[in-house]
């Protein structure tokens, strides 16, 4: 069974420019998530997805926003870039939404604003 | 709003020994999950073990485990027999039972597993 895939692994932006992020979920799962990484915040919760929906959003300006697919690959775009928005980002996805699966995270995506 | 506090930032544990990294949260829910995670070099986060907070049992799984203290809100992982594998970034992490899938992480512990 394929593990999370995110895509692209590295990614080098310019401040105020767009970018747009992939998480291909196990098959068979449903729900995705979005964590930010920083050295500075550690892991924060972004948003997540199930069944095309937007279930759960954590405290992140509107620039960062997200979509999920009806295969349930979810997008994440972040606009207008910041510096600040350097971080790793990583998708999780799970079966259900809740209840006590662990979540299987992707390899991330390296992001660097400069 | 949920905590998770790891208060050793770094460890360090020879091979083959025991290590128990420190876990602690604060919550005025009933009913949670706790997992602990590992993240090695390669970035991606690993389940190691998970608790449901209705249980009384602590959750075991080959050479780790954890002590849940509910009522001091507390879940400290313990490694038996250290390998070198095991060196990694470890992240305790929170659900309550009504977030969905949205996890709250502690800041990490960089466990250093040494020959």
């Known amino acids: 069974k394929a593990g999370v895939t995110q895509t692209p692994r590295y990614l080098i932006k310019t401040r105020g420019q767009q970018v747009t992020l992939s998480c291909s979920p196990i098959s068979g799962h449903r729900s995705v998530s979005w964590y930010q990484q920083t050295p500075g915040q550690g892991l924060q919760f972004l948003f997540e997805?199930?069944?095309?929906?937007?279930?759960n959003k954590g405290n992140f300006p509107g620039r960062f926003s997200g979509r999920q697919f009806s295969n349930s690959r979810s997008e994440m775009n972040v606009s207008t870039l910041e510096l600040g928005d350097s971080a790793l980002y990583l998708c999780a996805s799970s079966q259900h939404q809740g209840g006590n699966s662990g979540y299987t995270f992707g390899s991330g995506t390296r992001l660097t604003v400069v | 709003a949920q905590t998770v506090t790891q208060s050793q930032p770094e460890m360090s544990v020879q091979e083959a020994e025991t290590v128990t990294l420190s876990c602690t949260y604060d919550?005025?829910?009933?009913?949670?999950?706790l997992f602990w995670y590992k993240q090695p070099p390669s970035r991606q986060m690993i389940l190691v073990i998970r608790q449901e907070a209705y249980k009384q049992q602590n959750a075991t799984e080959n050479r780790f485990s954890v002590n849940f203290q509910k009522a001091a809100k507390s879940f400290s992982l313990k490694i038996s027999d250290s390998q070198l594998g095991d060196t990694a970034m470890y992240f305790c992490a929170f659900r309550k039972e009504t977030s969905g899938s949205r996890l709250t992480f502690g800041e990490g512990t960089q466990l250093t597993v040494n020959p």
């Open positions: 997805y199930f069944s095309e929906t937007q279930r």
């Open positions: 919550t005025s829910e009933n009913n949670y999950y």
